[in-house]
């Protein structure tokens, strides 16, 4: 198939391009080319290209600036992720809209399935629940898919590296960490979410909602912990509660993966064997 990947020089379209090598054609325009708030001019390249599913992966994602400049926030997630799906459905094509865990309020402790009502509770969280949507209206065949902590060997381009790697980098220079224990989630590899993302589109599924985290959860102590353990090294790592801030977080937004079995998917990996099988591929240079 021929895919095109918006958003797709980051940690998750990189691992997209080595999930789809050999076995798919990845067409990934950088935001230099194209912006996805450019409703006319995605859709005119969208037609020239002629690609069997689009998967949009672009998005405004640092949370504290999504506060205090919403209507960029909407642009890009909400506004950017409904021309997207217009212009899939123009060609008759599926579109898959790359979503988060952050669109539920995080008052459900045993975690949210795939239907869940949504209530997020800041500014990026509300953008990518209206986004979500405005894809399944505008695309018939449109999916979106969620991940929670997502974490790849490419780092993520917006936010400069990743929290693994944040927290190693600081175990490595020995500085004393301190880790929020009081917010729980569903930490995603994103060469897993890549794989699951690339099967869903193989395997042509029902139109709707699906979750692409690892199994299981943590906090984001209890994952900084079994990172610096797999990595062989030692830290001065203590946990501790969430401080009032800028930007408001679901204190658990763990996603459930119901879906799978019924598309013929085997459930996704547990997030500790994610991590390890990322602890030992990283770069050397890492």
Same mark, same amino acid.
């Not at 998967?55 to 950017?80: Q, S, W």
């Not at 927290?167 to 989630?185: E, Y």
């Not at 408001?248 to 991590?275: F, H, N, Q, Y």
């Given at each position: ?21 050999? @076995? ?21 390249? #969208? ?8 998967? %949009? ?45 952050? =669109?539920? @309020? ?6 949210? =399935? $795939? ?6 509770? %800041? #500014? ?11 894809? &399944? ?34 175990? @490595? ?6 880790? #929020? ?7 995603t590899a994103t060469r897993d979410l890549a794989e699951r993302i690339i099967e869903l589109i193989e395997r042509r599924v029902p139109t ?20 610096? $353990? &797999? ?24 996603? &459930? ?14 997030? $500790? ?10 770069p050397p240079t890492s």
């Open positions: 198939m021929r895919l095109i990947v918006f958003g797709g020089w980051g940690q998750l379209g990189t691992d997209l391009a080595a999930t789809a090598a050999g @076995r798919h054609e990845l067409i990934r325009p950088r935001h230099s080319e194209l912006d996805v708030s450019d409703a006319d001019g995605l859709a005119a390249y #969208v037609r020239d290209q002629a690609p069997d599913a689009i998967i %949009n992966a672009a998005a405004f994602h640092k949370v504290e600036l999504c506060e205090t400049d919403p209507a960029r926030a909407f642009t890009v997630n909400a506004i950017g992720g409904l021309n997207v799906a217009r212009a899939a459905a123009a060609i008759g094509v599926p579109s898959v809209f790359i979503s988060t865990d952050y =669109v539920f @309020r995080g008052d459900a402790s045993g975690g949210y =399935v $795939e239907d869940a009502p949504v209530g997020p509770v %800041n #500014v990026y969280g509300a953008s990518k629940a209206a986004a979500e949507t405005l894809v &399944l209206g505008a695309d018939p065949q449109g999916i979106v898919v969620r991940g929670s902590g997502l974490f790849g060997h490419a780092g993520s381009s917006g936010k400069g590296g990743n929290f693994v790697e944040t927290m190693l980098a600081k175990a @490595r220079a020995g500085v004393a960490l301190q880790v #929020v224990d009081d917010q729980r989630f569903a930490p709707g909602i699906y979750h692409g985290a690892n199994s299981g959860s943590c906090s984001w102590y209890e994952f900084a912990r079994r990172a610096i $353990e &797999l990595a062989g090294l030692s830290a001065s790592l203590t946990p501790r509660a969430t401080e009032p801030g800028p930007v408001r977080r679901p204190a658990a937004s763990i996603l &459930l993966d119901t879906k799978s079995p019924g598309v013929g998917m085997a459930p996704a990996r547990p997030w $500790e064997d994610a991590l390890s099988w990322y602890i030992d591929n990283r």
